[in-house]
């Protein structure tokens, strides 16, 4: 028997060799691995609309590298984790309001919190909890409604009225301690991404929103692959439509893919 549900239809998907389109291999892991979970967990988890973080030691690895300049100044530089930004795309798109509060100020954070669509960026904030508060009247929700994810002490007090808590797995012991949970994954290496799956899988919407990603990036492709471009030749100039066509090797270097439900659905529109 045929199983017709979002899960399945993505994994049936992905066996069928379009691994190569979306990174899903935690999948059926992290399933597992959510069973785990406590009860009590998913119930905070569940009732999240807010997700807050702090940036250094919990977006980032918590290095802060300044390249000197001949100026005398210093240009800082910040890695961000994709896993963690594929997270943040998925939260939006199940409607979470997302942002960060940070001690620091630094132009590279402000370029990818714009990237990622957060809604709320503060920084200079060497106390939060002003920022915090500010955020809950402009947004209208309570404290069990907030995520707060952090590192180390500055993040506490967030912590300790936010619904739920979340430690990275290398924050200080004290973060710790004052956390409902701790990622396994260190903080810019995808502790981002561990929270936001927790809070997706404990509403039941994480599996639907995999789907709508694999989907998006299907149909993104064959709008790329459709899309005509003029060549320029010694000869002139000529049209080529269907530059990659749904059947070509460099889309599809694996002949099954185009036997995937997803293919085979997105191809008969």
Known sequence: MRVNCPRARTINALKSGFAG????????????????????LKKRAAQIKLLLMDVDGTMTDGSVT???????????????????????????????????ITGRESAALL?????????????KQPVKMPAY?????????????VAHIGDDLPDIPLML???????????VPEVKAAAHYTTKALAGHGAIREAVELILKSKGIW??????AVRDAVSRSFIFSRTSS???????????????????????????????????ELTNQ
């Open 133 to 145: 508060e500010e955020i809950l009247r402009d947004t209208g929700v309570s404290d069990s409604a």
């Open 230 to 264: 003029r060549v320029s030749t010694n000869a002139g100039q000529r049209e080529r439509t269907g530059w990659f066509r749904p059947s070509h090797k460099l889309l599809f270097p694996n002949p099954a893919v185009e036997q995937s439900p997803i293919i085979r």
């Open 66 to 100: 300044l390249l000197s300049q001949t100026d005398g100044t210093a240009l800082e530089i910040k890695t961000f984790d994709a896993h963690d930004g594929q997270s943040l795309t998925l939260a939006q798109t199940a409607g979470l309001r997302t942002g960060c």
């Open 21 to 40: 389109v979306f990174l899903p291999s935690f999948l059926e892991a992290h399933l597992a691995d959510f069973a785990k979970i406590s009860p009590a």
């Open 111 to 123: 370029r990818r919190a714009h990237e990622m669509k957060m809604e709320f960026i503060y920084m």
């Open 161 to 171: 009225r936010a619904g739920l808590a979340v430690a990275v797995g290398d924050a």
């Open 207 to 212: 599996e639907a929103m995999i789907d709508k």
